[in-house]
């Protein structure tokens, strides 16, 4: 299992790191070994049984204690407002936050607050949930930020003007721009955080077999099962995350897009800083966050 540095099981004794989506797939195994090497881990699930039963094993398996569990839909930004809340009150400062929850819708589904789901989930989320805990990363001595995206962001694009209104969807095409804003948002954070203890990175953590697609359309999820032989598990797509929550080596390194443990290019449209000031802006109106 990972393990770059000879990390050992105190390495992160002290830390509280928040892990979203921990209860299968790549969030699980991430808050799993965060929690094995001695972090306070908080997961954010969306279903209770799933995630206390991973909570459980989590437990058992690294002997860590320390495992709390929050429950939260982060399609619904009342349900952000609400989980954010809930760790604000409980903890003075935080460590490391993992934005790690996403999905891939099949036919085009609005949510109860107006938001394709995917974007909801896949970036808004993001965008607020990462805004609402800054105060407590801020108070830590340092503090990372590590939001997963995907490759399939070469595919989006960011359109202001003609944002996700009906019209012909794709689910790929909106997975793609909900990506592509992650990526965006997490250069525009690393900016804004230029002069602080914070650091905010992205990643692609590989075609992993997760359940991602669970609500995707059927022919979606045949071309994903015949696919899964030849994807990566979970344990091998946690790596890229783990290795931006953990290694010594990235002290300070901010602002960069990372593949197999390396840092690599993102698309041409996601450096641009314009765009990301506007889709910023756009953002605080439609999650009703204002700095």
């Given at each position: 299992m990972f393990d770059p540095e000879k990390l050992t099981s105190q390495s992160l004794a002290n830390k509280i790191a928040v892990v979203t989506g921990a209860s299968s797939g790549i969030g699980k195994i991430t808050a799993r070994e965060l929690a094995r090497l001695g972090a306070q881990v908080l997961m954010i699930c969306r279903n209770p049984e799933k995630g206390e039963s991973a909570r459980q094993e989590i437990m058992a398996k690294t002997g860590n204690q320390n495992v709390m569990l929050f429950q939260a839909d982060l399609s619904l930004m009342r349900e952000v407002r609400r989980v954010a809340k809930e760790i604000n009150d409980k903890f003075p400062r935080l460590d490391i936050l993992i934005n790690n929850a996403g999905m891939m819708p099949g036919k085009r589904t609005v949510t109860s607050e107006g938001f394709e789901l995917s974007w909801a989930t896949n970036y808004l989320s993001v965008f607020l949930l990462?805004?609402?805990?800054?105060?407590?990363?801020?108070?830590?001595?340092?503090?990372?930020?590590?939001?997963?995206?995907?490759?399939?962001?070469?595919?989006?694009?960011?359109?202001?003007?003609?944002?996700?209104?009906?019209?012909?969807?794709?689910?790929?095409?909106?997975?793609?721009?909900?990506?592509?804003?992650?990526?965006?948002f997490t250069y525009e954070l690393a900016r804004r955080l230029e002069l602080t203890g914070i650091t905010a990175n992205c990643l692609h953590p590989g075609v992993?077999?997760?359940?991602?697609?669970?609500?995707?359309?059927?022919?979606?999820?045949?071309?994903?099962?015949?696919?899964?032989?030849?994807?990566?598990?979970?344990?091998?797509?946690?790596?890229?995350?783990?290795?931006?929550?953990?290694?010594?080596?990235?002290?300070?390194?901010?602002?960069?897009?990372?593949?197999?443990?390396?840092?690599?290019?993102?698309?041409?449209?996601?450096?641009?800083?314009?765009?990301?000031?506007?889709?910023?802006?756009?953002?605080?109106k439609q999650t009703g966050f204002q700095a």
């Amino acid at each position: 299992m990972f393990d770059p540095e000879k990390l050992t099981s105190q390495s992160l004794a002290n830390k509280i790191a928040v892990v979203t989506g921990a209860s299968s797939g790549i969030g699980k195994i991430t808050a799993r070994e965060l929690a094995r090497l001695g972090a306070q881990v908080l997961m954010i699930c969306r279903n209770p049984e799933k995630g206390e039963s991973a909570r459980q094993e989590i437990m058992a398996k690294t002997g860590n204690q320390n495992v709390m569990l929050f429950q939260a839909d982060l399609s619904l930004m009342r349900e952000v407002r609400r989980v954010a809340k809930e760790i604000n009150d409980k903890f003075p400062r935080l460590d490391i936050l993992i934005n790690n929850a996403g999905m891939m819708p099949g036919k085009r589904t609005v949510t109860s607050e107006g938001f394709e789901l995917s974007w909801a989930t896949n970036y808004l989320s993001v965008f607020l949930l990462t805004n609402l805990l800054l105060d407590k990363l801020m108070a830590a001595e340092s503090a990372r930020i590590i939001n997963v995206s995907s490759e399939v962001h070469r595919l989006g694009q960011i359109n202001l003007q003609d944002m996700h209104k009906p019209g012909k969807y794709s689910s790929i095409t909106a997975y793609a721009d909900s990506k592509l804003a992650t990526i965006m948002f997490t250069y525009e954070l690393a900016r804004r955080l230029e002069l602080t203890g914070i650091t905010a990175n992205c990643l692609h953590p590989g075609v992993v077999a997760t359940n991602v697609t669970g609500q995707a359309h059927t022919a979606m999820k045949y071309l994903f099962m015949l696919g899964r032989p030849f994807m990566r598990s979970a344990e091998k797509g946690a790596e890229t995350t783990l290795f931006l929550a953990t290694s010594p080596t990235l002290t300070g390194v901010s602002g960069l897009y990372y593949k197999n443990k390396k840092a690599v290019r993102s698309s041409g449209q996601s450096y641009n800083p314009a765009i990301a000031r506007r889709l910023w802006t756009q953002t605080e109106k439609q999650t009703g966050f204002q700095a």
